[in-house]
Nanobody, 124 residues
Framework: QVQVVESGGGLVQAGGSLRLSCFAS????????LGWFRQAPGKEREFVAA????????YYADALRGRFTISRDNARNTMYLQMSNLKPEDTAVYYC?????????????????WGLGTQVTVSS
């Protein structure tokens, strides 16, 4: 069983930055595709970004490209999401997910393991 733990959420003012982290257990971390999703109050969970095991492939939600950057450190079994120029509409619970097959997925059902999420709140 793979354990997935997100951290780094918090309260930030609009225009500010945050870096989220996702730690996942497992000796084969470097083989995992990793993704970030978010769910705002009253809305469905949506794709944010994804990255392949060797970091050569990254995907972003079109609306977030340029403000969010996904990265990973396989030596630390950790993935990151650097968020800048945050807006109130970025307020959500952010989830880390692990996929075991194919290219980095953009849809929830292609991920096998999920963390419990970390809350990001952006004040205006």
């Amino acid at each position: 069983q793979v354990q997935v733990v997100e951290s780094g959420g918090g309260l930030v003012q609009a225009g500010g930055s945050l870096r989220l982290s996702c730690f996942a257990s497992g000796a084969t971390f470097k083989m995992y595709n990793l993704g970030w999703f978010r769910q705002a109050p009253g809305k469905e969970r949506e794709f944010v970004a994804a990255i392949s095991g060797n970091s050569r492939i990254t995907y972003y939600a079109d609306a977030l490209r340029g403000r969010f950057t996904i990265s990973r450190d396989n030596a630390r079994n950790t993935m990151y999401l650097q968020m800048s120029n945050l807006k109130p509409e970025d307020t959500a619970v952010y989830y880390c997910a692990i996929g075991l097959r194919g290219p980095p997925p953009k849809v929830e059902h292609d991920y096998e393991y999920w963390g419990l999420g970390t809350q990001v709140t952006v004040s205006s």
